[in-house]
């Protein structure tokens, strides 16, 4: 589908409608998560589907995904508006990534207190938790936060 370039946002438009600074656009287009063109007079304008792809990019910021990852997914579909079923194909990839990051958080949280799983012994219940430091066998850093239960 060709870009309406009648109809597209400015900078400055797109900054507004979008919530975001225009720093942020100008760093999301050297990102390559959108991009735009410029104009005759050397404007930058973006079509109007660029909104729905800063929409993504920023629910997926929020929940924690990098940039990289939003990039890979993005790069999947062409330039155009993102549809209804494109979108559907991104948020069932992002689910599994988010349920383990859900469970890697609620671990931490409920370990975080005690101990914090390092093998280091430095906490009152780790000899309770990791006696003769054997978690020191199985690698280095959080082994209690970092390894599935």
Known sequence: MPVNREKALSVGELARRSGVA???????EKKNL??????????RRYARG???????????????????????HLDRFP?????VDEWAKISQDW?????????????????LGSCIGCGCLSLKDCPLR????????????????????
């Open 50 to 72: 660029t909104l729905r792809r800063i929409a993504i990019i920023r629910v997926a910021q929020k929940a924690g995904v990098s940039l990289s990852i939003i990039k890979q």
């Open 95 to 111: 689910h599994a990534m988010l349920d383990e990051r859900i469970t890697a958080l609620t671990q931490l949280r409920d370990q």
């Open 79 to 83: 330039a155009t508006p993102i549809t």
């Open 34 to 43: 959108i991009e735009g063109w410029r104009t005759g007079g050397n404007q």
């Open 22 to 28: 225009v720093s942020t656009i100008h760093f999301y």
């Open 130 to 149: 990791n006696p003769d430091d054997v978690l020191g066998e199985e690698g280095a850093g959080p082994q209690l936060l970092t390894t599935p239960q």
